[in-house]
């Protein structure tokens, strides 16, 4: 996903909200409940004389530090995002095991 307009922090919320979405407990057909996990990566393109591919690769490499941390997981790659983060702890969105 890429936000044309906005602040860290609007790429903090947008994140949560996906994150939130996709917990959600999808029940199929046949009573069979289908649980969804999602680690997320945001990079920023504010940085003079970086590319897209750039950006893309930083996004990518932020979702794999997620991926690695936990599940339902937003990580960010970026001084000026890191820096507008409140903390790591606050970007976790609680998993289904601990409520």
Do not use: H
């Amino acid at each position: 996903m890429l936000l044309t307009d906005g602040t860290a922090a609007d790429a903090r919320t947008v994140a949560q909200s996906l994150i939130e979405c996709l917990r959600q407990t999808i029940l199929t057909d046949t009573g069979v409940a289908i649980f969804a996990t999602v680690s997320i990566g945001v990079a920023s393109f504010d940085e003079a004389g970086r590319s897209a591919a750039e950006m893309l690769k930083d996004a990518d490499g932020a979702m794999y530090e997620a991926k690695q941390t936990r599940d339902n997981w937003v990580e960010f790659r970026a001084r000026d995002l890191i820096d507008s983060a409140e903390s790591p702890s606050a970007l976790k969105i609680a998993d289904r095991a601990s409520g």
